[in-house]
Structure formats: C-alpha cells, structure tokens
C-alpha cells in the first residue's frame, strides 16, 4: 500500500468529502442493503481524524471519528474485511458503535482502490444482529458494489466532470451538485450560499500572460486554486470560469456569511508566489443564497455569480452578495447594450443635441459641443452617461462613434450651406483613438462632405492618454494633419498635464467644470483656473471653461482671460432645429465671409 500522505492527497483532490449526497451512490446503497439482508450500508471515505460517509442507509450520523471506524482497518489490505460479530473481535469489542447507537454486531467492508492503488475507503454493509457465515459468493457481490462505487467515483472525475488544468470539478460538476446540496440543505438553521472567487480578475490574468507567457499563467491558477482548496479544509472547491473558482459556504444569515467573506478575501489577498514572482492581484468573491425563500433558480446560480462579482468590481469592493436588484441592474444593462445596434439602423431614436459655446470677449456663439442623446421606444431616454461606459466595454463604441461622427458632419455642412462658421466639438473615447479606424474614418468623411475641417473638433479627455500615449499621440497628430481642431476636455483632473501638453498636438484646453462651479466661493479654484488659463495661453491654445451656470462666473472668467464658454447659463443643448432659432438673433455676427 502506499503512504498515507499520497492516501489522503488523493481523497482531496477527488473533492468528495464534505459533498451533497449523490443520487447514484444512494442508489447503490439501498441495493445493497436488499442484496445482503443488512439495515445499514454505507460509502465510507476516511479522512485525517474521521470517516465522513458519501452515502449512507441506515446510519444517523453524516460522519464519526477515525478511532471508531471499521473501516480504517480495511485501509491496509486489498480483501474485504469481515467481521461476524464484534462482541467477539477484540478490535471493536469496546467501540461506542457496538456499546452504542447503532450498537452494530455485523460489519462487512470492501475497500475502494483507486487505479493507483490508493484505498479511499471502504464500501460496507453493517447490521445490528451477528452472522454466523458470509459466504464467498457474497464477498464477490461486495466486491462488486466497491466497484461500481470506484467507477462512479472515477467518472465525477472524468474529463467531463473535472478541469484539465486544476484537477478540480469543473463548472458541470458544479451546477450537479449545487442541485444536490438544495436537496440535501443543513437542518441546523445555517442557510447554504453558492461562492464564486475570482482569484486574479481577467485584466491582471492576461496581463500576468502577455509578460510571462500562458504556461506562467497556468501555473499560477493551479497554485491559486490550491491554495483556496487549502483555505477551504475539505470543502469541495471547483474551477466554473478561466480565472474563477466555486464553492458552498454555510452560514445563519447574510452577516456571518460576510464575516467569512472577509475572512477568505483576507487570507487570499496575501501575495502569491509563483516561480519566484509574488503576485498580489485583488480577489473578489461574489455569492447568492441557495434554497431560501425567493433563492435563485439552480440554473441561473453561475450566471447570477458572474453578475455578483462583476457588481463588486464595478463598486470596487471585495464581494457583494447577489439581490433580486442586482440582477434588475443587470438585466436593464444587457438590454441596452442588445438594443444599441437597432438604435444605430433606426430612424429617431439616436439624435444629436448641440451647446453653444461662445466668446466670452464679445457673446458671439463660436461653436457647438455635439452630445448624443437616445429616446428608446421601450426604455425612454437613456442617457449617455449609462450607455456609452456599456458600450466601451465592447467592439459597440467604435459603432457609436461612427454614427456620431457621420451625423456630425451632416449637420455641420448644413451649417456651411447657410453661411454659418461653427465649430463643432466631437467627443472621443480612448478606445476611438487607440488604432487608426477613427482616423480613417474622418479622412475617408472629409473627402464626402463639404465642411472646413478646421471647423472640426476632436475632444478627448486626460485619461484616454494615460494607458498608451505613444499609440494616441500617433493619431491626434495624424488627425491635426487632416486639419481638425484637438481640445483636451475635462483639463486639470488627470495625471501628469504639463508633461503631455507639449507631446500633444492640441489647438484647445477646455477647463473642467468642477473648477467652474464653485467660483467665486472657492479660493484655490481661483487661483487654479487663473494658472491654467495662463498655461493654456502660453502653449498657444485657446482655453474653455465648462459648467458656466451664473453671470458671475462669466464675468470673472472673461476678466482672467479665458477665451469661450459654455454651461446652463448659456444656453442648454438643443436639437439643430432649435439651434438655429436661438443663433437667430445673431446671425448676422456669424456670416462667414464670402
């Protein structure tokens, strides 16, 4: 036989200790108990200090310590051990088994031999009343439900029930089991809660893969997924996505399950080595209660995991546990990210809205800033703010973008049909100026439309810059080549403005309106915006302040220099039609020269 240590290894990778009772093991059980006559049969894994039963008929108890198993002697031999009476086998004489509930007389047990040769335990029949014989027929037949256990055994951990990479059970095996642990909830008043640990987040994950290569990512979830098996004792753990982990967790009320929460996220948020390099990346956990009153449909338990977790990531915190809202939350956020393609192809539901900005030196309206705005005929507006952050997420952005820039230019060649020289101010994403399809897409525009592209202009925020400035350097330049204008939005809220102001090609600075708002109450924003008013002038761009929502911060703002504006107090954004109605009045000052 083989060691001990291997013995116990091999039971835990297995992760069958500690599980919801299964079906086809019950099964054979019961026929066992009718095949050999006996009130109780038992499946019997021993484990370091007990013998736990996967399947039992006839016993009361879930599990009992080591020192009173029968079992445990059959651990040392390939034949079945049989015991008649055990009043008269001075090895189980004194056990509490006989002395005691059940006060068993009869045992008979066959071991379960792994195909390595490791003894996991034993199948058993076991009665109240002695026998006086167990015939060879009968060891052959006990034999034979040993084997029929090892095989059932051996297929949870076949391919389709195991993970090539961790060993562990896979996310089938998970959804099997979550059903059999509803079915087999404790009775002691805990409530059981599905767990999933995201042990590195898919951003760090092909980070860690792109600098080391996938076999160093590899190798990392396999040390992860130990070392949560370690945290969790003999607790089933299972690998249901790449870089995401499962288990059961019992606990009384949503407080004290919180409570190992953050016990768990503390231990595993400790650095793990792997191939001499610690990694520290954030776990985040995500839970959702099983078998309670309005608990989630066992179908729907992976993918309400997947939405506690990616909730929690979102906020930033370490877990969040799955509510009904959440999934609301969820829900509304998938459908609109469904309904943006029909909204691009249908008439009205996408429209542009327009704010004037204008001279702060003279109130001629100078430009527009081109904001999207969506009436959904189900959903009713939505705002840019919900869409647009879902949208970036996925290939969508770069749809949205397209539209609005077709749109844009549409309108702004009206404009220069009727004489009118307006700026028009695009808003951009990071991801728009991460490869050269914007750009492409401009130029190819340009060469359709009839429009001044210096009366185009491209605004990108600080932090769309910070991730590659190389690769967005190489297209705003390329764009200013074409002629368009370039404004840096939301100025003085990013990292690292005087380092970039003078790698950037940008024409115009557009102050953030947090600045704005709080004149004149707020000192250091004076004193900040007079700076940057300045800076912006001495880099040879103009300067914009947004957020302007009172005749005061106007004054001050043309007194300090600062070249346009826009905010409430201006005007709103409107539709182009209502657009023109409010440039009426001003028309004449804004004839282009013929």
């Not at 390595?116 to 009343?129: P, R």
């Amino acid at each position: 036989m083989r060691s001990e240590n291997e013995r116990l290894a091999a039971l835990r990778e297995l992760c069958l200790l500690d599980t919801p009772t299964d079906p086809a093991f019950d099964e054979m059980t019961l026929l066992a108990t009718h095949v050999f006559g006996t009130s109780m049969a038992l499946i019997s894994l021993v484990d370091d200090g007990r013998q736990w039963f996967k399947s039992r008929i006839g016993m009361a108890v879930r599990e009992t310590p080591r020192s009173q198993a029968f079992c445990a002697y059959a651990l040392h031999s390939v034949e079945p051990l049989i015991v008649l009476d055990t009043l008269l086998d001075p090895r189980f004489v004194d056990n509490p088994l006989v002395t005691g509930s059940p006060g068993l007389r009869f045992y008979a047990g066959a071991p379960l031999i792994t195909k390595e040769g490791l003894c996991l335990g034993t199948f058993c029949v076991l009665d109240a009343a002695p026998r006086t014989a167990f015939d060879a027929r009968q060891v052959t037949q006990l034999r034979h439900f040993a084997r029929l256990a090892m095989m059932r055994i051996e297929t949870l951990r076949s391919i389709g029930y195991a993970d090539t990479l961790t060993q562990l059970p896979n996310r089938t095996r998970f959804l099997e089991d979550v059903g059999l642990w509803i079915n087999d909830a404790p009775d002691d008043g805990r409530h059981l809660f599905a767990v999933a640990v995201d042990v590195c987040g898919p951003a760090y994950f092909q980070q860690m893969q792109s600098a080391f290569g996938a076999d160093h990512g590899d190798g990392f979830l396999q040390v992860a997924a130990r070392r949560l098996a370690h945290a969790l004792g003999p607790a089933p753990v299972y690998r249901i996505d790449t870089t995401v982990m499962a288990c059961v967790l019992a606990a009384e009320h949503e407080a004290a399950l919180e409570e190992q929460l953050r016990a768990l996220q503390a231990q595993l948020s400790q650095p793990c080595e792997y191939q001499g390099i610690p990694h520290a990346p954030a776990v985040t956990l995500g839970a959702v209660a099983l078998a309670m009153p309005d608990a989630t449909p066992m179908a729907d338990t992976a993918r309400v995991l997947g939405a506690a977790l990616a909730h929690a990531r979102t906020a930033h915190r370490p877990w969040a546990i799955y509510h009904p809202q959440l999934d609301a939350a969820q829900q509304r956020a998938f459908r609109i990210l469904a309904a943006i393609p029909g909204a691009l192809a249908a008439e009205g539901q996408l429209q542009l809205y327009y704010q004037p900005r204008i001279d702060l030196a003279d109130g001629v309206c100078t430009g527009v800033e081109a904001l999207l705005r969506w009436d959904h005929p189900e959903l009713g507006a939505i705002s840019p703010a919900e869409f647009i952050p879902l949208a970036e997420k996925t290939a969508l952005i770069g749809d949205i973008t397209a539209w609005v820039v077709r749109a844009a230019l549409a309108q702004a060649e009206i404009w220069h049909g009727a004489g009118l020289r307006l700026t028009v101010s695009l808003n951009v994403s990071a991801l728009d100026l991460a490869t050269a399809a914007f750009a492409d897409l401009l130029d190819r525009l340009l060469g359709q439309i009839r429009v001044d592209p210096a009366l185009i202009e491209i605004e990108f925020t600080e932090s769309a810059v910070a991730d590659d400035p190389v690769s967005v350097g190489v297209q705003l330049r390329r764009l200013r080549a074409l002629g368009l204008q370039i404004a840096i939005d939301d100025f003085g809220t990013g990292h690292s403005n005087f380092s970039y102001l003078k790698q950037i090609p940008a024409t115009t600075l557009k102050l953030d309106q947090s600045f704005v708002r709080t004149l004149p109450s707020d000192m250091h924003d004076v004193t900040i915006l007079c700076a940057m008013i300045r800076l912006g002038h001495e880099f040879g761009h103009r300067v914009v302040a947004e957020g302007i929502e009172t005749a005061q911060a106007y004054e001050l703002l043309a007194s300090w220099g600062c070249d346009e504006g826009q905010g409430y107090w201006i005007a709103r954004p409107m539709p182009a039609p209502q657009l023109t109605d409010w440039l009426a009045p001003a028309a004449q000052r804004l004839r282009a020269s013929s």
